[in-house]
């Protein structure tokens, strides 16, 4: 079974620009949630969706926004860029329906550079 | 809300040596699950040991095991016989039975030959 598939790998934008992460969860799972790694704030959770739904969302500002399809294939898209943005983004997938573990299975992530 | 606390943002062993890494989390809920995910450099995050809240018995994978205190909430990990490969970045985390996992700010431990 494919694992989780995250593109890009690596990117370098400019402030100001937007950017979009895409996000393939494993077959089956209906359950995509994105994290933002940084090495000053460690994990911080952005927002989950599930079956097409954002289901929980995390303290961040209104230009961080997904989205989910009906194959459960997300994206994420920043707009407005900031240098703070900088970081690594993580994507995981879980079957999302009870018995709900809660069990992550994370993709590689997007290593996202704003310069 | 909940939160997660590592306290040890870095630890070192020998290898062959045995290592603790803490936990703690400050939760209303009863039911839930914690983890602990490695995430080695470079490399993408994975599940190392998952442990219910409902279970008395501490989990144990091989050579990683946990010591889960439920009316402490605490959640240590234990690596026993340490390896060069255990070497990474481990997350402690939190889900309850629906929503969003929280995770602690990771410790990073580093297994000398």
């Known amino acids: 079974k494919a694992g989780v598939t995250q593109t890009p790998r690596y990117l370098i934008k400019t402030r100001g620009q937007q950017v979009t992460l895409s996000c393939s969860p494993i077959?089956?799972?209906?359950?995509v949630s994105w994290y933002q790694q940084t090495p000053g704030q460690g994990l911080q959770f952005l927002f989950e969706?599930?079956?097409?739904?954002?289901?929980n969302k995390g303290n961040f500002p209104g230009r961080f926004s997904g989205r989910q399809f009906s194959n459960s294939r997300s994206e994420m898209n920043v707009s407005t860029l900031e240098l703070g943005d900088s970081a690594l983004y993580l994507c995981a997938s879980s079957l999302g329906w009870l018995p709900n573990t809660g069990e992550l299975f994370f993709g590689e992530g997007s290593r996202l550079t704003v310069l | 809300a909940q939160t997660v606390t590592q306290s040890q943002p870095e630890m070192s062993v020998q290898e062959a040596e045995t290592v603790t890494l803490s936990c703690t989390y400050d939760?209303?809920?009863?039911?839930?699950?914690l983890f602990w995910y490695k995430q080695p450099p470079s490399r993408q995050m994975i599940l190392v040991i998952r442990?219910?809240?409902?279970?008395?018995q501490n989990a144990t994978e091989n050579r990683f095991s946990v010591n889960f205190q439920k009316a402490a909430k605490s959640f240590s990990l234990k690596i026993s016989d340490s390896q060069l490969g255990d070497t990474a970045m481990y997350f402690c985390a939190f889900s309850p039975n629906a929503g969003k996992s929280t995770f602690g700010d990771g410790t990073t431990l580093t297994v000398k030959p």
């Open positions: 939760t209303s809920e009863n039911n839930y699950y």
């Open positions: 077959s089956g799972h209906r359950s």
């Open positions: 969706y599930f079956s097409e739904t954002q289901r």
């Open positions: 442990q219910e809240a409902y279970k008395q």
